[in-house]
């Protein structure tokens, strides 16, 4: 999920409808709530980056998430340039090994799959940006493959 912006009652409602999910990242604009969450749910494995928006927030800017079958880059992607492309991220992605990238910051949902790297953006889980309504994204790491996609909030 990314750029939730303030909403904590989101990140609440993602977890009840992906309680099965082993992980939940969040990749930035989320401070405030990503640390009330926490508070609340000692027991979700939840992990976040510091977005634009994190005013003095002591997150990391990139975590890497190291699953079975994946290594993740995950980033909010204002200093990646995603406006304009996704060519420094998936260059970044390569440099560290991994094989999925994900980053928010634009608020519109996408994915690709460029030179053995997913890129994907869950959109925003607040405040999208697309004409669509608030969304997230999954990530599904099996011995078939991975398998990414969108859903609505």
Do not use: W
């Not at 969450?37 to 997150?59: L, Q």
């Amino acid at each position: 999920m990314s750029d939730s912006h303030g909403n904590e009652r989101v990140l609440e409602n993602i977890a009840k409808k992906e309680e099965k999910a082993e992980i939940f990242v969040h990749l930035g604009d989320t401070e405030r709530e990503a640390a009330a969450f926490m508070r609340k749910n000692p027991a979700v494995d939840f992990r976040y980056v510091r977005g634009n928006n994190d005013y003095n927030s002591s997150a990391p800017l990139q975590i890497v998430v190291d699953v079975p079958g994946a290594r993740i880059l995950c980033v909010h992607g204002n200093r990646h340039g995603v406006y304009y492309g996704t060519d420094i991220l998936a260059a970044a992605a390569a440099n560290l090994g991994c094989n999925i990238a994900c980053f928010g910051h634009t608020h519109r949902y996408f994915e690709d799959y460029v030179n053995g790297i997913y890129l994907l953006n869950p959109g925003s889980s607040a405040r999208p940006r697309d004409s669509l309504v608030p969304s997230y994204a999954f990530i599904d790491i099996t011995n078939a493959g991975i398998v990414i996609g969108k859903k609505d909030i």
